[in-house]
């Protein structure tokens, strides 16, 4: 027992970045969801708690309640506990979004292009919703506007790229599912996301149908797993991992047995050896840290987008502005409710909170300062229907990210054996005889994306929305549901969550201008011009350059132009040649690729 409190506490302390217990006692690292401000004044003074809830007395009612139902009248018992199915489904145990009924739906509907099909799953998701399970189903939508013609609404095609998948990495999933989702996204315009794991450079070559399995957005976390010069090359968009909404404070986990010799070698890793990533980034401590981090990516792809992955936690907003200040693209702001079968069971249940949350808050904030109209606001965290796209837009979201029903239309049936590398029917396993059983196909996560499109159109068109640029941010078209007479939620204020932030210099409510990133004057233009020759002709060139610590990143901008030359083979040993004299950046040689070398 005492090893088992231990343990669990310093789990904790890991998560948080406590050292000490003296650090830990009185932290109040908690926040709070469901209680009201008399609770926590008296018995939690001081901690968050942003949208009130019960009472001594509806807690009072509640502990009777599970009292009774665990010791029933005599006469009546029950040899067997019910096992709860607070992890998996079960028949008769907690409820889940995503139950057979459900994922049958959604994979017909799928499998067989049948939009009628797929309304009654998305009904069955709205209905599930309603009956509380998630805070936006205390949401209604407040009709402001006369209702327009559907075909007045921008079409499909254009909402389609705003939608990106989860992180999954290579290894926690197929290579198969890895590489279904990534077609189908890049088939309508939209991205996929290679998680931690790296990506093989076989899928940067196109397709003999023309297709691509290469994934748009590569994430950067804390591991640094398969990160080099080519990988951030071949990117739209290049993802700093800060956190993971299941499971925040913590890095992923890979098992020793699905690290196979493929793996470990986009990996860069040993086969067989399992990898944990640490929880934070060894060289992130401060935004003025992650600034440099996001210098270093847009020097590495100037092409690319910057994003930043936070969750969703109070205070987020106020890190979302430093993220807008330190110049990111996109900030990413993750829900509770995501995360693969393979987070820890501990951090499904107990860490994290809904998107809802921290989405408003990050743009309440931008707003607030006048950043929003320089940063893309995304989200993610079990977004399953139009519905819940269409919330998460009016609280400010003009992309989200949809991972869990993309990988039930390829498959996916919610066995909750992804860490185990048994999942039945090839999605999360690496075992090659299992791997074969995977059916998904591109046009099954097309289907899902543009169902949740239409969906997404006719709720516009109700609310009077033409486009989506005009709906992002609209919270007065939201309303808390006046026909909600659940006892647990009569004390529930969704007041702060609703709250239009004024904007007297009428800045736009979603992005509409681009980060400067200060790319001009970077030394590194002197360095590729010096090196003309050798990337063209692979001519061995010797230059001496001055070098000053305001030159924060040196050599990535040569490194992204031979990659882009010569992929991941660089250039011969020593063809490069630069000796520098002075005192470098933070970043000397950040990403180089192969043939530079450096003397400082």
Not at 30 to 37: A, C, P, R, S, Y
Not at 54 to 82: C, N, S
Not at 506 to 535: F, P, R
Request: glycine residues 10%; neutral net charge; contains cysteine.
């Amino acid at each position: 027992y005492i090893k088992s409190v231990n343990d669990g506490l310093l789990k904790i302390f890991s998560k948080m970045g406590i050292s000490t217990l003296q650090s830990y006692h009185g932290a109040q690292i908690f926040e709070i969801v469901g209680l009201n401000k008399d609770v926590i004044d008296n018995y939690f003074t001081g901690s968050v708690s942003r949208i009130g809830g019960m009472g001594l007395d509806d807690i009072a009612e509640e502990a009777l309640r599970k009292h009774f139902l665990g010791f029933k009248r005599r006469g009546i018992e029950t040899k067997l506990l019910p096992e709860g199915g607070v992890y998996q489904w079960k028949r008769k145990g907690e409820a889940h979004l995503f139950n057979p009924d459900t994922v049958h739906l959604l994979q017909h509907a799928t499998r067989t292009n049948n939009y009628d099909v797929y309304k009654k799953y998305a009904s069955h998701i709205n209905k599930q919703t309603d009956t509380l399970y998630t805070i936006r189903g205390l949401l209604d939508f407040a009709h402001h506007r006369q209702p327009v013609p559907l075909s007045e609404v921008e079409p499909v095609e254009v909402i389609l790229k705003r939608f990106a998948t989860g992180a999954m990495s290579f290894g926690s999933i197929s290579h198969e599912a890895h590489s279904t989702l990534a077609i189908a996204m890049n088939r309508i315009g939209a991205k996929s996301n290679t998680g931690e794991g790296g990506e093989d450079e076989l899928r940067y070559l196109p397709l003999a149908d023309g297709g691509s399995m290469r994934s748009a957005i590569k994430q950067i976390a804390s591991g640094r797993f398969g990160v080099t010069a080519n990988y951030l090359t071949n990117a739209d968009e290049l993802q700093i991992k800060m956190a993971q909404g299941a499971k925040p404070g913590e890095g992923g986990q890979l098992p020793g047995d699905k690290v196979d010799e493929w793996i470990a070698k986009v990996r860069h890793a040993t086969p067989g050896v399992g990898l944990i990533s640490p929880p934070p980034h060894h060289d992130i401590y401060s935004i003025e840290d992650l600034a440099q981090l996001i210098f270093d990516l847009k020097n590495a792809n100037r092409a690319a987008r910057i994003s930043v992955k936070l969750v969703s936690k109070a205070g987020v907003g106020t890190i979302a502005a430093g993220v807008a200040k330190a110049h990111a693209d996109v900030i990413l702001i993750a829900g509770h409710d995501g995360g693969t079968g393979a987070s820890p069971l501990t951090s499904i249940k107990h860490a994290g909170l809904p998107w809802e949350l921290g989405l408003a808050e990050a743009q309440q904030t931008l707003v607030k300062n006048k950043l929003r109209s320089r940063v893309v606001l995304q989200t993610d965290g079990q977004l399953k229907t139009g519905k819940d796209i269409a919330i998460a837009t009016l609280l400010g979201a003009e992309e989200w990210g949809v991972a869990t029903a993309a990988l039930v239309a390829g498959g996916c049936i919610m066995m909750r054996k992804c860490h185990l590398n048994t999942c039945p029917v090839g999605v999360a396993t690496q075992d090659p005889e299992l791997r074969k059983l995977f059916s998904g196909k591109p046009e099954h996560i097309v289907n899902l994306f543009r169902f949740i499109a239409e969906e997404l159109r006719e709720i516009m068109a109700e609310l009077g929305f033409r486009t989506i640029n005009d709906m992002v941010g609209r919270v007065q078209f939201l309303k808390m549901r006046d026909d909600v007479d659940h006892w647990k939620v009569k004390n529930i204020d969704l007041s702060g969550i609703l709250y239009p932030m004024d904007n007297p210099s009428g800045m736009t409510l979603y992005n509409s201008e681009k980060q400067d990133h200060n790319l001009e004057n970077v030394l590194d233009w002197e360095l590729v011009k010096n090196a003309a020759k050798a990337i063209e002709s692979k001519e061995p060139v010797f230059a001496s350059f001055n070098i000053k610590n305001t030159d924060r990143t040196t050599g990535t901008i040569l490194s992204n132009e031979i990659t882009k030359k010569y992929q991941s083979a660089g250039l011969p040993q020593n063809t490069i040649n630069y000796t520098f004299t002075g005192s470098a950046g933070q970043s000397f040689g950040a990403f180089c690729t192969k043939g530079i070398s450096f003397e400082l």
